[in-house]
Every structure is written in C-alpha cells, then in structure tokens.
C-alpha cells in the first residue's frame, strides 16, 4: 500500500550548501521532518551543481518520512550565468545585455523538462520572455 501524501513543500535553495536556516528549517519543521536528514540528503545529491539555485519539490508523508526531486534552475538564473551579471534594475529603460539564439534554445532545452511544452520553438519563446523582462535581448 503506498504511502499518504500529506503535503507538497516547494523551496528553491542554493546547491549543495543547504542549512537548516530558513527557509529550510522552518518549512521542514512545522511538518515535523528530520531537517538535518533533508539537508545531508539534498547537499550530497546537489553538490556537482554548487552555486546555483535550485527549486526542489519535497512530498511529505503521514508518517513523516519525505523523498524529493530536484529540478532545473529558474530560467533567470540560467539567463544570469549567460550575460555574467544581474538582470537590469529598469528593464526596457536599461538594457542589461544580450543572449544569441543560440544561448536561449540552449537554456530552453536544458529546461524543457521542467516547462509546460513540448515544443522547444515555444520553450525559447518563454526564454525570450524572461529575458526582456530582464532588460536582457535574444538575437
């Protein structure tokens, strides 16, 4: 018989150098989870990718056990690693620099899993969105 879901946790946390600080601690303690369990679990999983921020989604059960999944880095974060700098603080005042084509199908198909199509033409037009809302150009 497969174990009750009690509830779904999304966090997004830095790769490898997770703490029982917040957002972690507080999120894993009102359920009543192990938190050190989860940070040893989710540090060693993630430690080939330190550095970026990573959403993960952790399924709590009844019988205060979890499992988690890691997913690909925001989009943003993505666009960030590509132009080497923050996104503009006025985007479509400031530009904050441009990524080619190239790059965005790039991010859109190291993304696609986590994306709601199938279709990589879509996916680098959701790139492209996050972009300019960035101050960041696609050419």
């Not at 509830?7 to 938190?35: C, D, E, F, R, Y």
């Not at 399924?59 to 690693?81: A, C, G, H, L, Y």
């Given at each position: ?8 946790i999304?966090?997004?946390?830095p ?24 940070v ?6 993630t ?70 199509t ?22």
């Amino acid at each position: 018989m497969p174990k009750k879901v009690k509830t779904l946790i999304k966090l997004n946390i830095p790769a490898g150098s997770a703490t029982p600080a917040p957002p972690v601690g507080p999120a894993l303690g009102q359920h009543g989870l192990p938190i050190m369990e989860f940070v040893k679990a989710f540090n060693d999983k993630t430690a080939d990718k330190k550095g970026t921020i990573l959403p993960v989604v952790i399924t709590v059960f009844e019988d205060r056990t979890f499992s988690f999944i890691t997913k690909q880095p925001p989009i943003s974060e993505m666009i960030k690693k590509a132009i080497g700098r923050a996104g503009s603080q006025k985007p479509g005042k400031e530009p904050a620099g441009n990524i080619s084509l190239e790059q965005a199908k790039k991010i859109a198909t190291d993304k696609l899993e986590d994306l709601n199509t199938t279709d990589v033409d879509q996916a680098v037009k959701i790139v492209a969105g996050v972009a300019r809302s960035m101050g960041v150009t696609v050419k």
